[in-house]
């Protein structure tokens, strides 16, 4: 099912108006939209899903693949390969590793492309404090989504508790009242 998204247009007067616009479902328009895209829009595509280790200790799942960091291929022939990233190109949507190389017919070496989403993230690059302060946001804003669940389970654990608490006295008070009746007869 397709989401509607807003856009702000101004309508004759200058006021600026919300209109109501569909996604695109049409596949070449999706492949024109890919290969026009801007850089700010390609680095989000340059995405890839994050090791259970790096998902557990960040609290996000996937992340785009910069220089440097550790990857392993989880699809193709080079399968199991774990190298560091040594470039990323954002034109035609690839990455290279360190050491995964073919030799072509004249004896050179070159190095072999993998889209990102046939990669998983093992270890980050924290060099840049700016991607280190996005994974710190990212990481508070999903702490800040499960605090309102934990609150709201607290209290019904709080509000269980003392009916919880109330019926064990009664048990308790009745197996006394029953003891203290058999042991007068």
């Known amino acids: 099912m397709a ?6 247009q101004h309508n004759s007067v200058g006021v600026k108006i919300m209109q109501q616009t569909n996604r695109v479902k049409n596949p070449d ?8 895209a801007p850089a700010h ?9 994050l090791s259970n280790e790096l998902t557990a200790s960040k609290g996000v799942k996937t992340l785009p693949v ?4 550790t990857v392993r291929i989880l699809r193709g022939d080079n399968k199991g390969f774990e190298g560091k990233v040594s470039r990323v190109d954002l034109k035609t949507y690839r990455i290279y590793m ?4 073919r030799e072509k017919v004249d004896g050179t070496n070159i190095f072999i492309a ?4 046939k990669v998983q993230i093992r270890n980050l690059n924290l060099d840049d404090k700016y991607r280190k302060d996005t994974i710190l946001g990212r990481k508070q804003a999903t702490e800040k989504k499960a605090k309102p669940k934990q609150k709201a389970v607290k209290a019904e654990v709080a509000k269980t508790a003392p009916a ?5 006295k009664k048990t308790a008070n ?10 007068g007869q």
Not at 3 to 8: G, Q, T, V, Y
Not at 66 to 69: A, E, P, T, W
């Open 174 to 183: 009745e197996t006394e009242a029953e003891t203290s009746e058999e042991g």
């Open 164 to 168: 919880k608490k109330a019926a064990a």
């Open 66 to 69: 910069r220089k440097g960091d």
């Open 3 to 8: 989401k509607n998204r807003k856009r702000l």
């Open 29 to 36: 328009k999706q492949r024109k939209k890919l290969f026009n």
């Open 41 to 49: 829009i390609r680095h989000k595509h340059m995405a890839a899903p």
């Open 98 to 101: 360190e050491g995964l190389t």
């Open 114 to 117: 993998i889209h990102p989403s």
